[in-house]
């Protein structure tokens, strides 16, 4: 739960800055979050997975236009991701901000770490590209793989945040794993 507070909190300063704004724009706000099982919310009610426990936060708190997409799909690895958020563009009315969920099951199958980071490298610049805001959500893995690769792994999102100036929850699970 303190995650999500974090979540909210990074989504919510890109919505309306830093300042908070007393009165939020009326234009939708569209937020776009792609990830694996842990956004699709498998497990829990449809309404307990952190997209739409975001949507209702973010609407009682002053933006009821907001509007937050589960791009979530169970397995998913980031070497779909680019064609997720390419597919999310074709719409009326493109996200403003994307939270970029994935890694985890990259590095339970031991990707590559140069893959995973240019896979999600690339979602960051065309999202960019189209003046979408981004939060990054790091990912740890277990120590199966050995030291030097979870340690590599785990540097893959703050290098990517800093590099590509987005914000960054370090670990989206902490509190939880």
């Given at each position: 739960?303190?995650?999500?507070?974090?979540?909210?909190?990074?989504?919510?300063?890109?919505?309306?800055?830093?300042?908070?704004?007393?009165?939020?724009?009326?234009?939708?706000?569209?937020?776009?979050?792609?990830?694996?099982?842990?956004?699709?919310?498998?497990?829990?009610?449809?309404?307990?997975?952190?997209?739409?426990?975001?949507?209702?936060?973010?609407?009682?708190?002053?933006?009821?236009?907001?509007?937050?997409?589960?791009?979530?799909?169970?397995?998913?690895?980031?070497?779909?991701?680019?064609?997720?958020?390419?597919?999310?563009?074709?719409?009326k009315e493109p996200p403003q901000i994307l939270i970029l969920a994935l890694g985890a099951?990259?590095?339970?199958?031991?990707?590559?770490?140069?893959?995973?980071?240019?896979?999600?490298?690339?979602?960051?610049?065309?999202?960019?590209?189209?003046?979408?805001?981004?939060?990054?959500?790091?990912?740890?893995?277990?120590?199966?793989?050995?030291?030097?690769?979870?340690?590599?792994?785990?540097?893959?999102?703050?290098?990517?945040?800093?590099?590509?100036?987005?914000?960054?929850?370090?670990?989206?699970?902490?509190?939880?794993?």
């Amino acid at each position: 739960m303190r995650n999500m507070l974090r979540i909210w909190l990074a989504v919510t300063v890109s919505i309306f800055g830093s300042a908070f704004a007393e009165s939020p724009s009326p234009t939708i706000r569209k937020i776009l979050v792609i990830g694996d099982s842990l956004t699709e919310g498998l497990g829990v009610e449809p309404s307990q997975a952190f997209p739409n426990v975001l949507e209702q936060k973010l609407r009682a708190d002053g933006c009821p236009t907001c509007k937050v997409i589960n791009s979530g799909t169970s397995g998913s690895t980031s070497a779909g991701a680019r064609k997720r958020l390419e597919w999310q563009l074709k719409g009326k009315e493109p996200p403003q901000i994307l939270i970029l969920a994935l890694g985890a099951n990259d590095g339970l199958r031991g990707v590559d770490v140069k893959a995973t980071k240019k896979n999600l490298e690339e979602v960051i610049v065309l999202a960019k590209s189209k003046q979408i805001k981004v939060l990054l959500a790091g990912m740890l893995v277990p120590p199966n793989y050995g030291k030097t690769y979870s340690q590599e792994f785990a540097s893959i999102f703050p290098d990517l945040a800093k590099t590509h100036q987005v914000a960054l929850i370090p670990f989206l699970l902490e509190g939880v794993a």
